[in-house]
């Protein structure tokens, strides 16, 4: 079976300015880099993990064996931090 969780890119200088921005390819903003470590985090706390390797991971843990994103730099960022979060257990607020 598979399963698929979407989660949306944090705050980007658009949004913080109150601009809707479609396919405009603005950064995060250091509370939307803050917001995606957050989500990562809670992801984290409840058990999910990123692995490619296929490696053995303890029982109850839902392993993500990939993350998609759009190639807008907002949504890349975005996945990055969960990416690192959730491989290393690292904050992610570095990104």
Known sequence: ??????????????????????HRNGPLTDL????AANVAQKMLDAGFRFSTSGGVVAEGKTILSAIYSS?????????????????????????
């Open 1 to 22: 079976m598979v399963n698929i969780f979407v989660a949306r890119h944090g705050q980007d200088t658009d949004n913080a300015n109150g601009i809707l921005n479609g």
């Open 32 to 35: 939307g880099r803050q917001q």
């Open 71 to 95: 190639p807008l730099i907002r949504a890349l960022h975005t996945a990055r931090i969960f990416a690192d979060v959730l491989k290393n257990g690292a904050s992610g607020e570095g990104e």
